[in-house]
């Protein structure tokens, strides 16, 4: 994803005078073609996180579009308030692309494993948060990224993940994407999780389980109208991240939800990480599956949410036209 989201920031500079780059250490050789083309457009600054947010900032301001690049645990827990004030407060036009999102660096540890940036941006008021699912959507959601107003927060996987979405158009940045229809639930998910979701309703189409699939790019601004959509087709309803359940897409959804009608006969579960700081070593998808956010787990806490419909004499099929 990294690759892709680079390139397209390229192609976007050659077209567009205002587009500049800011990395933060990514190593040599990242973007030498910017480096050499567009050198008054291209920053390689050394560690120094906060300082790279206030640049950015300041390019902004005189009317650049900004886009910044290094791994998530650095871009919102080390320079929290510079995003805060100088980019939201001020509705800069810097794009964060934070690498390295969820479980990606599992194998350093707590402390380069970003398990609430989501959380963390989406309480920022005038910030965008984005989560892509493959190099596909990526390069679709950067294009659509040059004009949109304000900052944005673009959480990245490791790279070379599976695609499991389609270019077919634009991307809409604040739109959910339909992946799959089905009947007898709905998952709803966001970045790299998606292709984990796919697998479980392939795996409840298995067992007779017609499962659709909703996908939200864009956790914030969410769109609250395809949730409700979805969820009013369906008897179960369960949301999947890779990111802590405080504050992430789960609990962004469960908002929606409580505030709407529709729960009174329906279910309602959130898969993700609990609120801990992992305790056993492993890579990504290793930590994923610890947690439950696995293919095999996400069909389980569906048939799990089914039978208690039964138990309750509650139609477990609602006509889609309804």
Known sequence: MRETSLKTVFELARKDERVFFIGSDLGYGVLKEFKKEIPSRFFMEGVSEAN??????????????????????????RCYEQVAVDLCMHNANVRLLATSGGYVNAPLGPTHQAIEDIAIFRALPNMTVLAPADAVEMRRLILATLDHPGPIYVRMGKGHDAVVTKDDGPFQIGKAVT????????????????????????????KGIEAGILHLPTIKPLDAEGILAAVQRV???????????????????AEVLCESDLLAER??????????????????????????????????????????????AIPVRIDRAA
């Open 52 to 77: 790279i947010i206030g640049m950015a900032a300041g390019l902004a301001m005189e009317g650049q579009i900004v886009y910044v690049s290094t791994i998530a645990t650095f871009l919102t827990r």
């Open 179 to 206: 992946i799959r229809e089905g009947s007898d639930a709905v998952l709803l998910t966001t970045g790299v999780s998606l292709q984990v979701c796919v697998a479980a309703a392939d795996l409840l189409k298995s």
């Open 235 to 253: 008897p179960v309803a369960i949301s999947v991240e890779e990111h802590t359940l405080m504050g992430g897409l789960g609990g962004a959804i």
């Open 267 to 312: 279910r309602f579960k959130r898969i993700g990480i609990p609120d801990v700081f992992a305790d056993k070593y492993g890579d990504q998808i290793g930590l994923m599956k610890y947690y439950g956010i696995s293919p095999e787990n996400i069909a389980e806490q569906v048939l799990a949410l089914r039978s208690t419909l039964r138990s309750r």
